[in-house]
């Protein structure tokens, strides 16, 4: 895998087309758990793309010398080496915020997003493409956090990015908007319910949007001429 149009397939299919939320459905847990907010949802979206893009470039690397018997093992090490690292970073430069997520943290290595990308992909493919797979997975499930994050955190408080400075620091005190009044205040949307909730209106809207342009495409196309190879007729048994 080495031509641009394979690296843009890759890009395509990290963000949309195989985008592991809301397409592969993995790593629903910590997705649904954390959302609550925007700097929540950023803070574990960004530690996930950190541990998938490292894991997946090791496990490239060493792909050819790990024997079929000891694969899956390995795998897992790699990523909790990974996974301790990003938790070691986090205490030491964002600590509010690692004590806010809690065990979601160490649980990133527990991620079957992570976990499937390293048996399903890298451990097939070379390093650079192994690296873009692993940014586009963890951009593509990270966006997803940040977009449940946005929307449960408008829709229960009233707000976007409050808190902020959790993982920006002191300058990110002053980066809250309040879109609805200061009293407002809707609990569902950030109890586990609204996660739900938002997680399956972002599935429905990303499947609406996906059959929309298989129907531009198919009226780009034309009609189907009878004859033509492009019809595939089924034998019915019975």
Same mark, same amino acid.
């Given at each position: 895998?080495?031509?641009?149009?394979?690296?843009?397939?890759?890009?395509?299919?990290?963000?949309?087309?195989?985008?592991?939320?809301?397409?592969?459905?993995?790593?629903?847990?910590?997705?649904?758990?954390?959302?609550?907010?925007?700097?929540?949802?950023?803070?574990?979206?960004?530690?996930?793309?950190?541990?998938?893009?490292?894991?997946?470039?090791?496990?490239?690397?060493?792909?050819?010398?790990?024997?079929?018997?000891?694969?899956?093992?390995?795998?897992?090490?790699?990523?909790?080496?990974?996974?301790?690292?990003?938790?070691?970073?986090?205490?030491?430069?964002?600590?509010?915020?690692?004590? %806010?997520?809690?065990?979601?943290?160490?649980?990133? %290595?527990?991620?079957?997003?992570?976990?499937?990308?390293?048996?399903?992909?890298?451990?097939?493919?070379?390093?650079?493409?192994?690296?873009?797979?692993?940014?586009?997975?963890?951009?593509?499930?990270?966006?997803?956090?940040?977009?449940?994050?946005?929307?449960?955190?408008?829709?229960?408080?009233?707000?976007?990015?409050?808190?902020?400075?959790?993982?920006?620091?002191?300058?990110?005190?002053?980066?809250?908007?309040?879109?609805?009044?200061?009293?407002?205040?809707?609990?569902?949307?950030?109890?586990?319910?609204?996660?739900?909730?938002?997680?399956?209106?972002?599935?429905?809207?990303?499947?609406?949007?996906?059959?929309?342009?298989?129907?531009?495409?198919?009226?780009?196309?034309?009609?189907?001429?009878?004859?033509?190879?492009?019809?595939?007729?089924?034998? %019915?048994?019975?």
């Amino acid at each position: 895998m080495s031509d641009s149009s394979s690296y843009r397939e890759l890009v395509v299919n990290g963000l949309w087309k195989n985008n592991p939320a809301l397409v592969q459905l993995l790593g629903l847990c910590p997705l649904l758990a954390v959302t609550g907010s925007v700097v929540n949802a950023l803070g574990l979206g960004l530690a996930t793309l950190l541990v998938l893009v490292g894991s997946n470039v090791v496990v490239s690397l060493i792909r050819h010398q790990v024997s079929d018997a000891v694969r899956l093992p390995a795998f897992v090490m790699v990523i909790a080496t990974f996974t301790t690292c990003t938790e070691l970073l986090m205490k030491a430069y964002t600590f509010e915020l690692y004590t %806010v997520l809690g065990i979601f943290i160490p649980l990133i %290595v527990t991620n079957c997003a992570i976990l499937g990308r390293a048996e399903a992909f890298a451990s097939k493919n070379g390093v650079w493409a192994s690296a873009l797979d692993g940014l586009m997975m963890g951009a593509g499930f990270a966006l997803v956090l940040l977009a449940i994050g946005a929307l449960r955190e408008l829709l229960g408080s009233g707000t976007l990015f409050a808190d902020m400075q959790l993982l920006f620091g002191p300058t990110a005190e002053s980066w809250t908007i309040r879109l609805l009044p200061q009293d407002y205040s809707f609990l569902v949307a950030i109890l586990p319910p609204g996660a739900f909730l938002v997680t399956g209106f972002l599935i429905a809207l990303k499947n609406a949007i996906d059959q929309r342009n298989q129907r531009r495409n198919a009226l780009k196309q034309g009609p189907i001429k009878a004859g033509s190879k492009r019809i595939r007729t089924t034998e %019915v048994a019975g």
